[in-house]
């Protein structure tokens, strides 16, 4: 932080002044509350009421509920939500496509900066893009995902960029930040896509639920939740508890396992270390400043996938339980991310998979996505086991789908033949507050048009009311309204401290379990000579749908190996051998169009758990 001024003005409240990128942020610590902070280029100004400071975010010179840090979460959120127009909550209902810092040129998450790409724009890598400042400013948008950083100055200066500009908006809601896994140590996916970039590194869920200790697995929430704060992040796009069930399912290894008694400890662990705060970091109710959303995903399971094949392609869409066992696919989510140990008592959001859960609805017969079942979402998660918190779409249920089954675009799944409006119409009736992968406000505001059609303007006005108090909700509890802004050097020496990298490495140590040791060969003392087979990769589509070469290649950092052996390429010659096996997931998805073109129905393998 450049701290450029420093003035005593009153016995409450300390002033500090800083700058960044021309912005200009100011600070002042109430004695008996909150840290304000805002941009003076915002407009907002602060309030003195019985001695205490209050941020005047609607800029109208008088406090109102919402901006009195003093009552509870509820009630600001609940206030805020009735004074919203129809138009303002379908923004806040978006969770944005994914976004990277900077921006590249070209692909899905590509953008400009005043017309230009970043490599030839001369801006900062912490810049707004022209799409940013569009749908936060155009669609009302305040849910924004973050994936790749260039490293955790360029997220915290970006974040303060962001919240300084959407404060001088409207109402001065904050944006609320989230995040896929980041700390695993293999990135490949559109789902984990954010890993890397200067932060600790832990094992994934199955290496975590290896360890068998939920201690580790909460401690590294603590440790996770600290570094996205660091780095201006609020909702963690996860824990991933979908029971592991299937093990041909490539995201099985993002699962804690097949156990419900397991998996369900790792969620409560996992949850309250991301949500709860303590001592002077906590607001109320275990929440606080250092405090992330957990968003638990994906309701009611998709561990269960049919064939093995997953639920971001058509060829993936079913979920089929074997021996109609979806209450135990449920358990870790009602016994555990619901039940938590902490104070925060339960999960902030819930998304639910993008799988039809075959069979399953027994009140309606309905076979749609998890994002379009009433019986899942209302009836059951809101009714049953009385969830009252955010429910949020996984991304681009509401899009249209590939021309072909294996393509990678919109995931509609058993709602193919509505227009995108009436999927969100759908989508909304039965029970989801937010639409994620939508930055475009349009088609939320004639789903409501339709509601009015069918059920009145009253009806549809508490509905839309509902869904904005619960996302305001957890904005409010993790202190954004009051001080969303982030001091550059504090999460430089935060983010992938060694402290925190140490600890990282200790639970991958710990996650490695040895299945057997014939006549006690290990340890292995001294520098020895290694060998390790390389492995074929045969020629594929990658997560995005082009074609990767095959590849002969090893599978471990060779260049790390020889710090410790000597390694050789003749396996006569050498003292042992480290061999990697692959997991058995479903090739390319399950599916394979050459198989459709020479007159099969191109999925691989034939699923045995149907009949004809």
């Known amino acids: 932080m450049n701290v450029r001024n420093l003035i005593f003005a009153s016995s409450f409240s300390l002033f500090l002044t800083f700058s960044a990128q021309g912005q200009v942020y100011q600070k002042i610590e109430n004695q008996y509350g909150p840290v304000l902070g805002y941009s003076t280029a915002s407009g907002v100004k602060i309030l003195s009421i019985a001695g205490n400071k209050f941020k005047d975010l609607n800029r109208n010179g008088k406090l109102d509920r919402y901006e009195d840090w003093r009552l509870t979460a509820e009630e600001r959120a609940k206030d805020l939500a009735s004074k919203l127009s129809v138009d303002q909550i379908a923004g806040l209902m978006l969770y944005s496509r994914h976004q990277a810092l900077p921006a590249p040129a070209f692909g899905f998450m590509g953008g400009t900066y005043q017309g230009k790409n970043y490599q030839e724009g001369l801006v900062s890598p912490w810049a707004l893009t022209d799409q940013q400042r569009e749908f936060l400013e155009k669609d009302g948008l305040r849910h924004v995902l973050l994936t790749a950083v260039k490293d955790p100055e360029t997220a915290a200066r970006w974040n303060n960029e962001l919240q300084g500009f959407v404060e001088g908006l409207g109402w001065g809601i904050p944006a609320n930040d989230s995040s896929d896994p980041r700390h695993n140590a293999v990135v490949s996916a559109e789902f984990n896509a954010g890993a890397g970039g200067q932060i600790s590194m832990w094992p994934d869920g199955l290496a975590m639920a290896a360890t068998f200790d939920p201690a580790i697995v909460k401690r590294f929430g603590q440790v996770a939740a600290s570094e996205y704060r660091s780095l201006g992040i609020t909702t963690a796009l996860s824990p991933q508890i979908d029971l592991g069930t299937e093990p041909r399912w490539y995201r099985i290894g993002m699962t804690f396992g097949e156990s419900p008694e397991l998996t369900t400890a790792m969620a409560r662990a996992y949850i309250d270390g991301f949500q709860t705060s303590s001592g002077k970091d906590e607001i109320a109710l275990g929440w606080g400043y250092k405090s992330v959303n957990a968003m638990v995903k994906h309701w009611p399971s998709g561990g269960p996938e049919e064939g093995g094949r997953d639920g971001h392609w058509a060829i993936g869409k079913f979920a089929v339980y074997p021996g109609d066992n979806l209450k135990q696919h449920i358990m870790p989510f009602v016994n555990g991310a619901f039940q938590l140990t902490g104070k925060t008592s339960k999960a902030a959001a819930v998304m639910p998979y993008y799988t039809i859960s075959f069979g399953q609805d027994e009140k309606n017969g309905e076979n749609v996505g998890n994002g379009y079942s009433k019986y899942l979402l209302t009836d059951l998660l809101r009714g049953t086991y009385g969830y009252d918190g955010v429910i949020c779409s996984d991304w681009l249920i509401t899009g249209d789908e590939a021309p072909k089954p294996d393509g990678f675009a919109g995931k509609p799944w058993g709602v193919e033949q509505l227009s995108v409006a009436e999927r969100h119409y759908k989508a909304l009736m039965a029970g989801i507050d937010q639409f994620g992968g939508n930055n475009d406000k349009a088609p939320v505001l004639i789903a409501y048009e339709l509601g009015v059609k069918e059920h009145g303007q009253k009806f549809m006005r508490q ?98 190996l020889r710090k410790y052996a000597d390694v050789t390429d003749n396996p006569s010659e050498a003292d042992l051998a480290i061999v990697f096996v692959q997991s058995p997931i479903s090739a390319e998805g399950g599916y394979s169009a050459r198989d459709r073109r020479n007159g099969g129905n191109g999925y691989v393998p034939i699923s045995l758990q149907y009949g004809t």
């Open 463 to 560: 509905r839309f009311e509902a869904s904005a108090r619960r996302l305001l909700l957890n904005i409010f509890r993790v202190g954004l309204f009051e001080n969303p802004y982030l001091d550059v050097e504090e999460s430089r020496a935060t983010v992938g401290n060694p402290l925190h990298m140490k600890e990282g490495y200790d639970a991958q140590v710990k996650s490695i379990i040895l299945l057997k040791n014939s006549d006690q060969q290990l340890p292995i003392l001294g520098r020895k000579k290694v060998y390790v087979p390389k492995m074929y990769s045969a020629a594929m589509k990658d997560w995005w749908g082009n074609y990767a070469q095959a590849r002969l290649e090893y599978p471990v950092n060779i260049d790390l």
